[in-house]
DNA sequence: ATGCATTTGTTCGTATGTATG
DNA sequence: GCATACATACGAACAAATGCA
């Protein structure tokens, strides 16, 4: 399904002083504006407008082009030409709150636990912990939306001998911050975030409703306690390009 | 080309007392260690390897099984298994230069100009140096390398009106903040650091010698004199997983 | 775009040696 | 000696990803 239909709404005039491509080009500026285009939808094939709009399929290319060069829309070969969704900034901070960074960019946060276990830490989670590979994790899997859009899976692994009752204050309440108040932890800060890319597993690709083709931004995090203690180690992965990390020094 | 032969010189004993998958296992890790397998090289495969050690492909993919866990080789579906690389940490700080990066990890930085141009900034560039779009730019596009392995792909904008000179300064030497200097800035720093990732182009993929199915970082960071004023936007291009970026607050 | 060869991933089933009680 | 459980090892077949022509 395709919104094509709603192109007809904009019919173009030759010899009206201004070239076809503009005129096609400002139609697709304004139903992206508008809405009618919402970011991330797959606009119309290129043939179906040439049809459309009675013009050469060169004609619909030369308007993509320009709001492509303007990062309005995005072309794929042998995918199709999609509206450039709006990038999601992700301030890489001291304090980085789930729910905060979402609600900056006027967005509705909300979430959803995929898994919550105590388990034995494998040797790469260990060693962002500074724990023996082995040694007993809680382990907490999330899927975190901007506005119902999946924006980020994370794992977040917690010391269990160091924070008792982390599990049990995880199954009560969706908040990291919250749970680990009760775990005794009043404040914690990011210590370190290491970021790089790959491509994403069939189900994060799926959970992100995202391409598989697209990679994914995968953040490895340690947080400390004010005494510098160790108290979460956390892998986030998150789709590109929705989501962008900023760093500001 | 694959080391295979070399797998000749450790032959397995049956009922020696230790499994045969972890006879292989010692082998394997010994090789790595030695030098004999070096980062990033692709092993024999895992038909290969059963043949020459005349045991079970199960058996062999045990003992690659355990190498993976431990980090020191990367299977890769379709494709083979490949030894380690080693990480180079990008630590993005305020005031961050190529070779400083690289001679920290106790390699040698080189590199190698593959343009050096003016041009009308495109908008996004514009954007970044917060001109209008199709301002003159002088474009200074570089391979980096460390110990002959590349390791970037940046591209460097300078914006041509306020800095007078920075052309042919940096026609002269290979060290931007040599042809800064030329160009009346003494010091400059970071003032931010965007990151996202994409897969390369065909183009890309070759001049960092890597796998195109493997995603590159992209930093988009904006560089600033004393006073706050902008004097370069850069567009850097990293391969993963051979480099990632670290943050530290 | 399509098919083909190569390579790893998965899942059956079977057999054997070793430690335990 | 026997029964059991477990890790080890082998074989065959098919699935899935990749790269190439």
């Not at 304004?30 to 043939?47: F, H, Y």
Request: hydrophobic share 40%; net charge positive.
């Amino acid at each position: 399904m395709t919104p094509a239909d709603d192109v007809l709404i904009h019919p173009v005039q030759r010899q009206a002083g201004v070239a076809l491509w503009r005129q096609i080009a400002t139609a697709l500026r304004e139903d992206i504006a508008n809405g009618i285009s919402p970011p991330g939808t797959q606009l119309a094939t290129e043939a179906e407008m040439s049809a459309r709009f009675a013009v050469n399929r060169h004609t619909v290319r030369r308007a993509l082009e320009e709001l492509s060069r303007d990062g309005l829309v995005r072309v794929e070969q042998g995918r199709g030409t999609f509206v450039a969704e709006d990038v999601l900034d992700y301030a890489v901070e001291a304090r980085t709150r789930f729910s905060q960074w979402i609600r900056r960019h006027n967005k509705e946060p909300s979430g959803r636990v995929l898994r919550l276990q105590e388990m034995a830490a494998e040797q790469r989670v260990a060693r962002g912990l500074g724990m023996r590979a082995g040694s007993r994790v809680v382990l907490l899997e999330r899927i975190g939306f901007a506005d119902d859009r999946p924006v980020s899976l994370t794992r977040h692994y917690f010391p269990a001998a160091r924070l008792r009752g982390i599990e049990e204050a995880l199954h009560a309440t969706p908040s990291i911050t919250e749970a680990l108040r009760k775990a005794g932890i009043d404040d914690y800060l990011r210590q370190q975030t290491r970021v790089t890319a790959r491509m994403p597993t069939p189900t994060e690709a799926d959970l992100l409703r995202m391409a598989r083709s697209r990679p994914v931004l995968v953040t490895e995090s340690v947080n400390v306690d004010r005494l510098g203690t160790i108290i979460e180690f956390s892998l986030g992965c998150y789709p590109t390009p929705r989501v962008q990390i900023v760093f500001e020094p």
